[in-house]
């Protein structure tokens, strides 16, 4: 049965898609299943894994609104055993039209239930709010990754996402957990940097992840060629740090093959 991620964070620009697009190909490399749901319009998690906007008839919106079949939308990548529920622009309509249907929380769990054999990890990319499309999110994830910015204001706004997160463990999903928290854009030559880990270890604790994404140009490469890190550049530090958040992640779930 799969292990269903959120990656969230209301703020964008974070790292939520790197972290989802690389995290995904690494865990992929260590021998799981990987399915990436993207529900974010923007559909960026779907162009960096290299599908093209074009070559998409359905996507996920489809799913969550028309209640189409997850199966029907799901693509591979070029990259083993990483494959994409894509997204495009269509998906900006969907948190108003699901307003005032049935079961508008529920969507993407009831979707989810369907393929969770197929898969050792899903990831679901968040887009940058808490309206109803990361409530689904939530709904459907056993735990949420989530990425923080190494910044000034980098806490800001996260007690909103722990909310967020205690309103649908009480209405929809009792058992969600955090499944971490991890540092991104770090840059350890600044004294800032120093002091964003201290703010977020003493608020976090145990869930920080040991590994720190730092500021890498190759990670912001990448999704212009359409493929994870380790496909751009293996030896880049980009790669070397998503491979051990990969080992991390694959370790605490007892999935490292
Ligand atoms: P989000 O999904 O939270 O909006 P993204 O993952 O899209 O954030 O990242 C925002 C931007 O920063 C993107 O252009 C991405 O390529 C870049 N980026 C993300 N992580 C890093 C990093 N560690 N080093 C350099 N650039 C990064
Ligand atoms: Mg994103």
């Excluded at 070397?240 to 370790?251: F, P, Q, S």
Aim: glycine share 8%; proline share 4%.
């Amino acid at each position: 049965m799969a292990d269903i991620i959120a990656l969230a964070n209301q703020k964008g620009g974070v790292g939520k898609t790197t972290t989802g697009v690389n995290l995904g190909a690494g865990l992929a490399n260590l021998g799981n299943r990987v399915l990436i749901i993207d529900i974010d319009a923007q559909g960026n998690a779907t162009s960096g894994v290299g599908i093209a906007k074009s070559s998409i008839n359905k996507d996920i919106y489809d799913v969550l609104v028309n209640e189409e079949p997850l199966q029907d939308v799901i693509l591979h990548t070029t990259h083993k055993d990483l494959d994409i529920a894509p997204a495009t622009i269509q998906l900006s309509g969907a948190e108003i039209e699901l307003t005032s249907q049935i079961a508008r929380e529920t969507r993407l769990l009831d979707a989810v239930k369907t393929i969770g054999d197929d898969y050792d990890f899903i990831l679901i990319d968040c887009p940058p709010s808490l309206g109803l499309l990361t409530i689904n999110a939530f709904t459907a994830s056993n735990s949420i990754l989530i990425p923080v910015q190494s910044e000034y204001y980098a806490l800001e706004g996260l007690s909103q996402l722990l909310n967020t997160i205690q309103l649908v463990r009480k209405h929809f999903n009792p058992d969600l957990k955090i499944e971490g928290v991890l540092l991104t854009m770090y840059d350890a030559r600044t004294k800032l940097g120093h002091q964003v880990n201290d703010e977020v270890k003493k608020y976090f604790k145990d869930k920080v992840y040991k590994t720190i994404i730092p500021r890498n140009v190759r990670l912001s490469e990448a999704p212009s060629h359409g493929v994870p890190i380790m496909d751009y550049d293996a030896k880049s530090t980009g790669a070397i740090v998503y491979t051990e958040l990969a080992k991390e992640v694959a370790a605490a779930h007892g999935k490292q093959k």
